[in-house]
């Protein structure tokens, strides 16, 4: 592909942005399939949106204003770090005022997570639960929320990732309108609750 960085340097026309993980092994293009200039990325310690966190919050209204994109992807991974560190009951340090975020989840959470006592299966619950809040959180931003009120197509999707076999899987978490968000968890807590009752007979 002789033409490819000329091509690539003429402009950015990404129809998706994503909110990932900073960790290493979480790349959205690999992941994805997409070339570069194909989405737009943010990334960060646990996949968060925070209503304070102008860095991301920047990121998303370029995204959305300026490059006009479609989609918006949140998408955490299984076992990660960061929602394992929320879990644990000890001081990391200046990382635990973010933290804080998972730690808010879990306890809104908290009776789905203690129905569950393997370790690993709790972790992976919580990773889902935190991609569920964050694509909440994004559409309750006063810039989603303005570009659906200018009638902009844009459509908020939650995802996780298996680092173990590379599949990605739809939480089946969508927003693509001003909807009652309450309600939308509460209707994602009566699946997983359906899900986690299933499992356990």
Same mark, same amino acid.
């Given at each position: 592909m002789p033409d490819f960085f000329a091509e690539l340097a003429e402009q950015q026309n990404p129809e998706y942005v994503w909110i990932g993980c900073s960790d290493s092994r979480?790349?959205?293009?690999?992941?994805?399939?997409?070339k570069p200039g194909e989405v737009f990325v943010h990334r960060n310690i646990a996949n968060l949106v925070v209503h304070t966190d102008m860095n991301c919050?920047?990121?998303?209204?370029?995204?959305?204003?300026? !490059?006009?994109? #479609?989609?918006?992807?949140?998408?955490?991974?299984?076992g990660c770090g960061g929602v394992q560190a929320a879990l644990e009951n000890k001081r990391h340090g200046l990382i635990d005022n973010w933290l804080r975020h998972i730690q808010d989840t879990a306890n809104l959470y908290e009776e789905i997570l203690k129905e569950i006592d393997d370790a690993d299966r709790k972790l992976d619950k919580l990773c889902? !639960?935190?991609?569920?809040?964050?694509?909440?959180?994004?559409?309750?931003? &006063?810039?989603?929320?303005?570009?659906?009120?200018?009638?902009q197509k844009l459509r908020v999707h939650g995802w996780i990732y298996d680092l173990k076999d590379g599949i990605i899987a739809d939480l089946e978490v969508h927003l693509?309108?001003?909807?009652? &968000? /309450?309600? !939308?968890?509460?209707?994602?807590?009566? #699946?997983?609750?359906?899900?986690?009752?299933?499992?356990? /007979?």
């Open positions: 979480v790349s959205a293009s690999n992941i994805v399939g997409l919050l920047s990121v998303l209204q370029f995204a959305v204003e300026v !490059l006009q994109v #479609k989609h918006i992807i949140v998408c955490g991974h299984y889902e !639960l935190n991609v569920v809040e964050q694509v909440l959180n994004v559409g309750e931003t &006063t810039i989603v929320q303005d570009a659906w009120e200018r009638g693509e309108n001003r909807v009652d &968000t /309450n309600s !939308l968890r509460k209707r994602f807590l009566y #699946k997983a609750n359906q899900i986690e009752a299933g499992e356990a /007979n």
